[in-house]
């Protein structure tokens, strides 16, 4: 059973347009959403973060918005650089758990010149 | 601050043999967790460890096990290696506390076995 799940395995924009990566969860217990973002052999870099008590965050280019009744949360990132392409990974936490992250399969996002 | 190391960052072994991994997390973070990522796979959870005790522990075999020190880092042994174990295994550190916390990642140590 995959609690986090990112249906959308590539995604290709063009630069200076919006990106949306979306990612979808079944845990209702889960409170604390992340991204990341992943080069090729490196290890994945903190994005941007939100609490389930809100339901958006923004970081420079970086926005994530949480409906949490849908359980569903996505990000935006505008305008897009080819320097963000790269793959992105969701996930959750919970606030009892805060070691374990439960993760999403990722997203490969590729921005053209 | 530096950020979280891990050694080595490539290590190839045979079927059968085990092996050992290293990270050391950054500095005043007294957890540390590990995670499995294989070619086309999210990061699967392998185990935590706060304060030299396996807090949290995900589904993997036995022959999967770590330990923490005293200074907050960490080792993930990986006994009678399998083809299936090549993977890039990454380490993961935060405060620790109960709340909600950002883990930080290591750049990984990719094992493969032959």
């Known amino acids: 059973d995959q609690q986090v799940k990112q249906n959308s395995p590539s995604l290709s924009v063009q630069e200076g347009r919006i990106s949306i990566l979306n990612c979808d969860y079944t845990?209702?217990?889960?409170?604390?959403f992340l991204w990341y973002k992943k080069y090729p052999a490196e290890g994945p870099t903190f994005l941007i973060s939100?609490?389930?008590?809100?339901d958006k965050n923004e970081d420079g280019r970086f926005t994530v918005f949480l409906n949490k009744s849908a359980k569903h949360l996505s990000l935006h990132i505008v305008p897009s650089q080819p320097g963000d392409s790269a793959v992105y990974f969701c996930?959750?936490?919970?606030?009892?758990?805060?070691?374990?992250?439960?993760f999403g399969d990722g997203t490969t996002l590729t921005v053209k010149p | 601050k530096a950020g979280v190391t891990q050694t080595p960052r490539y290590l190839i072994k045979t079927r059968g043999q085990q092996v050992t991994l290293s990270c050391s997390p950054i500095?005043?973070?007294?957890?540390v967790s590990w995670y499995q990522q294989t070619p086309g796979q999210g990061l699967q959870f392998l185990f935590e460890?706060?304060?030299?005790?396996?807090?949290n522990k995900g589904n993997f075999p036995g022959r999967f096990s770590g330990r923490q020190f005293s200074n907050s880092r960490s080792e993930m042994n990986v006994s009678t290696l399998e083809l299936g174990d090549s993977a890039l295994y990454l380490c993961?550190?935060?405060?620790?506390?109960?709340?909600?916390?950002?883990?930080?990642f290591g750049p990984g140590t990719r094992l493969l076995v032959l």
């Open positions: 993961a550190s935060s405060l620790g506390g109960r709340g909600q916390e950002t883990q930080y």
């Open positions: 845990n209702s217990m889960f409170d604390y």
């Open positions: 939100i609490s389930s008590i809100k």
């Open positions: 996930a959750a936490s919970r606030n009892t758990n805060a070691g374990k992250s439960t």
């Open positions: 500095s005043g973070h007294r957890s």
């Open positions: 460890y706060f304060s030299e005790t396996q807090r």
